[in-house]
């Protein structure tokens, strides 16, 4: 190859002779690889579930998606109902902990969803799953207490929203689609090297 040779031209098929059939098997694993989202917001009764429907409403478009609301599953499931009479926090951990990932979306009038992740940011199962959608400007000119939780997610793993982006939510959206591929990808290396483990492929 020559300086003025480009090591790749474009021409996938051409360039790389079997490449093609190998990949696409693989891509369509990893798109059918199901992820089990956990929504935690604004109650139903709130004006701000509203936002939170039409985040969920947006992720179950993919049908490897299963979103849920604890609420949901909670009105769904006798057994988890009967948890929640008896323990409403202890439900919230046990589902948060079977969840792939956590979408929380924090607004100014509702405090609940940042108490929840007060009370889970020190779980190490449930930490890594959270992934938050927060008001710009905060409620008041310095963070709350309560507040501070979510503020001290690495980057990676919130979003801050303008009240422009909040109303249009196509970059909320977005965002979301993008945490919810990421974990999609992890997950399927996950299950793909327990997978090579168990046949002795691994190396």
């Not at 992820?35 to 935690?40: A, C, E, N, R």
């Not at 965002?175 to 997950?187: D, G, L, M, P, S």
Request: hydrophobic share 35%; aromatic share 8%.
């Amino acid at each position: 190859m020559t300086a003025t040779q480009p090591p790749f031209r474009g021409d996938f098929d051409r360039e790389f002779p079997g490449w093609r059939s190998q990949l696409d098997p693989l891509f369509q694993a990893i798109e059918a690889t199901p992820v089990l989202v956990l929504s935690w917001g604004p109650g139903e009764n709130t004006p701000d579930f509203a936002k939170r429907d039409e985040l969920c409403r947006d992720l179950r478009q993919n049908p490897a998606n299963c979103v849920n609301t604890p609420e949901q599953l909670a009105r769904d499931d006798p057994r988890l109902a009967d948890l929640a009479n008896h323990d409403i926090y202890g439900l919230e951990e046990i589902l948060a902990e079977e969840a792939d990932v956590v979408v929380c979306l924090l607004t100014r009038s509702a405090t609940g969803v940042h108490g929840e992740i007060m009370k889970y940011f020190d779980n190490q199962l449930i930490r890594p799953k959270l992934r938050a959608l927060i008001p710009k400007k905060p409620p008041t000119p310095t963070v709350g207490f309560i507040y501070r939780a979510a503020h001290d997610l690495p980057d990676s793993q919130k979003f801050r929203y303008t009240r422009q982006q909040y109303q249009l939510c196509e970059e909320m959206r977005s965002r979301c689609r993008e945490w919810i591929e990421a974990v999609r990808f992890q997950k399927y290396r996950q299950l793909r090297h327990a997978s090579q483990q168990n046949s002795g492929r691994h190396t």
